[in-house]
């Protein structure tokens, strides 16, 4: 009710505002066009219940110009100078209000039907807004905490994973075959590295790393000595880092360098199967 | 010959108010037949609604628009009176303080405010007292 109110008193403003710029002002104060709205509200409302008051006063309803008229002459209006007053400006008509349309947007954004009303509610109350407002819908199962679930998942996860690998290790390292000829390569297997001698690892048990100095096939070492590309460098490399190592003997560096040697032939240029590379400090 | 023409012109005078008495109704009734190709500036609607407030609900439309256009009548005079007393000001202060200077194009753009409405409205009948701030 009182945004109606405010409605129509905003356009008595425009109304006033429309009237001065046809008397010839350019701005206005706003306190000034307050008064002028309150003062023609007030007007409005005096002379309908005047003439309203002149209308019942001679025993009828409907109003005619006489009790306007009436109602002029008792609020002390001037009318005589209407006509001419009508005749003379050309006053503005002020342009018809566009009825704003702001549910249509909402309507846009619409995802859904809207469900109906239940029964127990009156239907001029306003109807539910869009389903996915208030009703909440999971998007993914719940997951299963079952024991038996969860182990078993496990189990196939792992054999999946060893088997992955296996196979990878098959396409990207050296392969015997089960059968004599080469093409049908059905069930590969990986090719053991051999060291030499193969009794070594065996005669020298190492429960424990104490010393990596002391190791003879560190492979965080390798990896770091060893860039991916040049193959040449990586062998002189290792050789020098392997030449640190006091406590071998020639034998077992020629040994190490045997043993690393085959294992340097199946070193890899795809740089994306190689192995990562710290970030380079020096020459390094 | 002097006299009997002063009170032929008084008689005249009188009449001519008499008739004008009786017959006050009838050029508004005319007026009434050609209000309805004109729209005054205040909507049709908006005079209707504060009407209705009142109990005030006219069958026949073009009561409605004779209210409103006295309605702008009478904004439309205090405005030309306010108009007055501010060219009378902005003539004052120009003429005290220089002349020379063009300041009519700048004075072009006046400026209602409650000074200039105030004696307007007082010519009315109408005092206005508003704060000119709240605290």
Redesign the interface.
Same mark, same amino acid.
């Given at each position: 009710m009182e945004q109606q109110q405010n409605m129509y008193r905003k356009m008595l403003t425009v109304a006033i505002s429309s009237i001065l710029i046809e008397t010839g002002f350019d701005t206005v104060d706003k306190d000034v066009l307050g008064t002028l709205t309150e003062m023609l509200q007030c007007f409005l409302c005096e002379i309908g219940s005047v003439s309203k008051n002149y209308c019942e006063l001679s025993g009828r309803i409907e109003p005619v110009i006489a009790d306007v008229i009436l109602g002029f002459v008792e609020m002390g209006v001037d009318f005589s100078g209407l006509q001419q007053y009508v005749k003379g400006n050309k006053h503005t008509v002020l342009p018809p209000l566009q009825p704003q349309q702001p549910q249509k947007q909402m309507n846009m954004l619409q995802a859904g039907t809207k469900q109906s009303l239940p029964n127990h509610i009156p239907q001029h109350l306003p109807s539910f807004p869009d389903p996915h407002a208030y009703i909440r819908t999971p998007t993914h199962k719940q997951p299963v905490i079952d024991y038996e679930a969860i182990r078993e998942k496990y189990a196939v996860q792992k054999k999946d994973m060893e088997k992955a690998l296996t196979k990878f290790l098959c396409r990207t390292n050296p392969t015997h075959n089960l059968f004599d000829n080469e093409e049908a390569n059905i069930f590969p297997l990986i090719a053991c590295k051999p060291t030499f001698p193969p009794y070594l690892s065996a005669l020298l048990p190492q429960d424990q790393i104490f010393d990596p100095e002391d190791l003879e096939y560190d492979p965080k070492s390798q990896i770091q000595n060893q860039p991916a590309r040049k193959r040449i460098r990586s062998e002189s490399k290792h050789s020098d880092t392997k030449m640190q190592t006091d406590d071998e003997d020639e034998n077992q560096e020629g040994l190490n360098k045997g043993g690393e040697k085959e294992s340097l032939n199946w070193e890899i240029d795809n740089p994306y199967l190689a192995a990562t590379k710290l970030p380079s400090k020096g020459n390094d | 010959m002097n006299y009997s023409d002063k009170l032929n012109q008084v008689e005249n005078s009188n009449d001519d108010t008499d008739s004008q008495a009786q017959t006050? $109704?009838q050029?508004?009734?005319d007026?009434?037949l050609?209000l309805e190709d004109?729209?005054?500036?205040?909507?049709d609607a908006?005079?209707a609604?504060?009407?209705?407030?009142? $109990?005030?609900?006219? !069958?026949?439309p073009r009561?409605l628009r004779?209210?409103?256009?006295?309605?702008? !009548?009478?904004?439309?005079d205090?405005?030309?009176d306010?108009?007055q007393h501010?060219k009378m000001r902005s003539s004052n202060s120009s003429s005290s303080h220089s002349s020379s200077r063009s300041k009519g194009s700048k004075d #072009? #753009?006046?400026?209602?405010?409650?000074e200039d409405?105030t004696p307007a409205l007082a010519e009315f009948g109408?005092t206005?007292k508003?704060p000119h701030y709240y605290v």
């Open positions: - | 006050l $109704g050029p508004l009734s007026f009434l050609q004109y729209t005054p500036t205040v909507p908006v005079t609604h504060f009407l209705h407030s009142s $109990g005030f609900e006219p !069958k026949d009561l004779l209210i409103s256009i006295a309605a702008q !009548k009478f904004i439309s205090i405005a030309n306010a108009l501010c #072009r #753009r006046y400026c209602l405010t409650m409405l109408i206005i508003k």
